[in-house]
């Protein structure tokens, strides 16, 4: 049984904040741990999580405001979510993504263009990584808008209290 009251949006307000930090670590120890490189529709979404991050931390140093600031969250990991699902369907086929591809260049103290040229490249319409036949997109539609759903039942529940 979900909480309700205080429960509830203290539990939202911990959502909010760490299942978006979650997410992100996954990414980067995908990215630096395991050579998995993001393609420019993974950094798309990358960006609402920072932004769900940032304004779950406020919510925890704001009291006044914190229903707004979980749900501005809630809606952030949900565009994340929305962003994987059309990921997902560009990686499976299922329609066309665009056509831009990045490549990952750190060229600090060396040469650029030896740099540009050695960088592995990645395509937004490939898989690098699944299981169970979803890829890192299409877990993080589904662990991002599920989290968001959760968030706005748990924001429901704690409606009627001075948050």
Known sequence: MLPTGDKAIALARVL????????????YIGQYGFDLYPCEM???QRWP??????????????RGSTRLLVALAALAILASGL??????????GWWEGFTTCTANVGAAGGD???AI????????????????????????FL??????ALIAVLLRRSKGIAA
């Open 117 to 140: 040229l050695g960088a592995p490249i990645v395509r937004c319409d490939q898989v690098q990584w699944e299981l169970f036949g979803i890829s890192l997109a299409g877990f993080n």
């Open 112 to 114: 650029p263009l030896e």
């Open 42 to 44: 993974c950094w798309w």
């Open 16 to 27: 909010a904040l760490g299942v978006p930090a979650a997410l992100l670590a996954g990414a």
């Open 143 to 148: 662990i991002s808008t599920a989290a968001a």
């Open 83 to 92: 962003i994987g699902a059309f990921h997902a369907g560009v990686e499976y």
């Open 49 to 62: 999580h920072f932004v769900a991050m940032a304004l779950a931390a406020l919510a925890f140093g704001l």
